[in-house]
Every structure is written in C-alpha cells, then in structure tokens.
C-alpha cells in the first residue's frame, strides 16, 4: 500500500524558517517529487520541484531564493527547507510524487506564518 506523509509545519513568525519532509512508503520508483500549497480561497500551485536524480530543480518565482527544495533517494523522501518566511507563505503543503504510472498526494501540512 502507497503511503505519502509529510511533516514539519507550524506556526512561525515572519522571517523566520520551517523545514517540511515527504516520505513516500510502498513505492519501489518515485520519479519527480514536487512541493505545492493552497491558500484559502486560492487554487493550488506549484511551489518546487526535484527530478527523479535530485539534481533537477524549479521553482516558483515567489520563493526562489528562500526555499530549497532537496530529496534522499533511497530513502524516496523529499524536503522543503523553507527560509525568511513571509504571511502570503500560510498555505496547506502538499507532497506530490509521480510514481508511473499514476501521481500520489500527501494529506497536507499546515504552514502559518504570523507575528
């Protein structure tokens, strides 16, 4: 059975930093693994992404610089090291890994960035 868990959110005050983990169980080939968010109200986007060898990488533009995105491959577990955080980074996380022949979503974690 696939399983896709991520951790690490919270609250954290502006400025400041969060580091999330995704690791995904019951996979034997992960390819790309990738990081998105939601906002209320707003539709989920892309927030970064890593290539099956972990050298690939994009991002958003409203993080690039401030977030880096980084995998263990054997261990199929992908983080988001998420610095200088700003209030329009509060979003549910989003885990999201393509396993072929079919994408996998995490349960989310909650980031809120707030004084």
């Known amino acids: 059975q696939v399983q896709v868990v991520e951790s690490g959110g919270g609250l954290v005050q502006p400025g400041g930093s969060l580091r999330l983990s995704c690791k995904a169980s019951g996979i034997n080939t992960v390819n790309k693994m990738s990081w998105y968010r939601q906002a209320p109200g707003k539709q989920r986007e892309l927030v970064a992404e890593?290539?099956?060898?972990?050298?690939?990488?994009d991002y958003a533009t409203a993080v690039k610089g401030r977030f880096t995105i980084s995998r263990d491959v054997g261990e199929n577990t992908v983080y988001l090291e998420m610095t200088n955080l700003k209030p329009e980074d509060s979003a549910i996380y989003y885990c999201n890994l393509f396993a072929w022949p079919q994408p996998y979503w995490g349960q989310g974690t909650q980031v809120t960035v707030s004084s």
């Open positions: 890593v290539g099956s060898g972990g050298d690939m990488k």
